[in-house]
């Protein structure tokens, strides 16, 4: 008789989240839509003047050179490449074949060249400072996205991601402050993330309750708890309550000192680290490992995992409260890195961003981390176009991030599926 530690995979586990649907147009119509506007800013949109992007710091093994270039003829060579590798994405999707990855990529690194070039005429990119912030400004969302993806690879829909993230931050702060600990803080963060999730669980799990539902109420709920708090504890008590000591910037010898990827890399706090662990951890316990075998089966058919004798609501409780943990360490980078005490709502819905870099990623922790830090890097790039004096107006700099959101999910990510049996609850027998 198979045990679970012998256990076959139930059809379809090993690529729950990865199935494709038949080949749709949407990637190769969203490539042209985004051509499209690269060509109205070479034709009508002109701006004179040269654009500098700076490569290196000062503390870097050798110094790379400034590459300067002219506005308006980078412009127009990437509107030309765009378009080829537009018109290259239509031959495969006419030839039956999905939109590769690495085109997508390719597209999006070129098209953000031409752009800069265009937004910063007359100006100097630092771009060592535009990479590293965007790694710093994605931390919390990749922690959520990591628990998002543990939560739903279970079969657990994850919507409480921003609560997650609003409550760890809150704890960090508070209880970073009375134990003047960071680690304290980070230690709490995780443990109210945690709360969080056995509170999604105690719903989704043992009593059946919609899971969307749920999450949405935990995130309202977690929004007032904190406001209250914060009005009626922590800002009666700032300096006792609400002033938390932050992790300072920690350099890796040697690595730190390589040009461009040094600085961006290695030159930063200990959550950019845990958070570069965090990511492997939880690709190896999913996909190497019999607890992350066990989850999957859990996820895409808990009947046949039952029935070779994984305690299937078991498993998705152990793991609820694993991503939450894990989410609530990316709420503790907005109190112990970013800023210097708690305030209201300041997550700002980043847990929803979350999971739409969890559906971008197609339920895969490696994929949901870049899709994350892809939502970090247009956060970034909003605030140091405002400060470049850029001309694209201050309310789609606001909105930049959120529109990166919804293109790449609604054009990008194609047609995949979640795990069998993410959102369904499990009644045995």
């Not at 543990?150 to 609560?163: F, K």
């Not at 305690?311 to 991503?323: G, P």
Request: proline content about 5%.
């Amino acid at each position: 008789m198979s045990t679970t530690t012998d256990m076959p995979v139930p059809a379809n586990v090993e690529g729950a989240g990865t199935v494709e649907a038949p080949v749709t147009w949407k990637a190769a119509v969203m490539l042209g839509v985004v051509s499209l506007a690269m060509a109205y800013l070479a034709l009508f949109e002109q701006r004179d003047g040269e654009t500098t992007f700076r490569l290196a710091t000062a503390n870097d093994f050798f110094e790379l050179p400034e590459v300067t270039v002219s506005a308006n003829a980078a412009v127009g060579v990437v509107t030309l490449a765009l378009i080829a590798m537009t018109a290259f994405a239509a031959y495969l999707t006419y030839r039956g074949r999905q939109t590769s990855l690495w085109l997508v990529g390719v597209f999006s690194v070129v098209a953000m060249i031409g752009f800069l070039a265009w937004a910063a005429a007359g100006e100097t990119v630092p771009v060592v400072g535009l990479l590293a912030g965007s790694i710093t400004l994605a931390v919390p969302l990749v922690f959520g996205a990591l628990g998002g993806v543990l939560g739903e690879r279970a079969g657990v829909v994850n919507i409480a991601i921003d609560g997650q993230l609003l409550f760890g931050a809150f704890a960090g702060a508070m209880f970073g402050t009375l134990l003047a600990s960071t680690w304290g803080g980070l230690v709490a963060a995780m443990l109210a993330g945690a709360v969080v999730a056995l509170l999604l669980g105690f719903f989704a799990i043992t009593y059946y309750v919609q899971q969307v539902i749920v999450g949405v109420v935990l995130n309202v709920l977690i929004i007032g708890v904190t406001s209250f708090l914060f009005s009626q504890v922590m800002a009666e008590n700032p300096d006792t309550l609400n002033s938390p000591p932050h992790f300072s910037r920690i350099t890796i010898p040697l690595l730190g000192d390589i040009p461009l990827v040094g600085p961006v890399l290695f030159r930063q706090t200990i959550l950019v680290y845990l958070m570069y662990v965090a990511v492997a951890v939880v690709y190896f316990a999913l996909f190497r490992t019999k607890w992350g075998l066990r989850v999957r089966a859990v996820g895409e058919h808990p009947k046949a995992a039952d029935t070779v004798g994984i305690k299937v609501n078991r498993t998705r409780y152990t793991t609820l409260l694993i991503a939450g943990m894990v989410a609530g360490a990316g709420g503790a980078t907005y109190t112990l890195v970013s800023v210097p005490q708690f305030g209201r709502e300041m997550t700002g819905g980043a847990g929803y961003i979350a999971l739409a870099a969890v559906i971008f990623g197609r339920w895969h922790p490696i994929r949901a981390t870049l899709a994350a830090l892809l939502f970090g890097f247009a956060t970034n790039l909003s605030g140091v176009l405002s400060v470049l004096g850029s001309p694209v107006p201050s309310q789609f700099m606001l909105m930049l991030p959120y529109v990166v959101t919804v293109v790449a999910v609604a054009g990008l990510v194609g047609h995949s599926r979640p795990p069998a049996a993410d959102g369904i609850p499990y009644r045995k027998g």
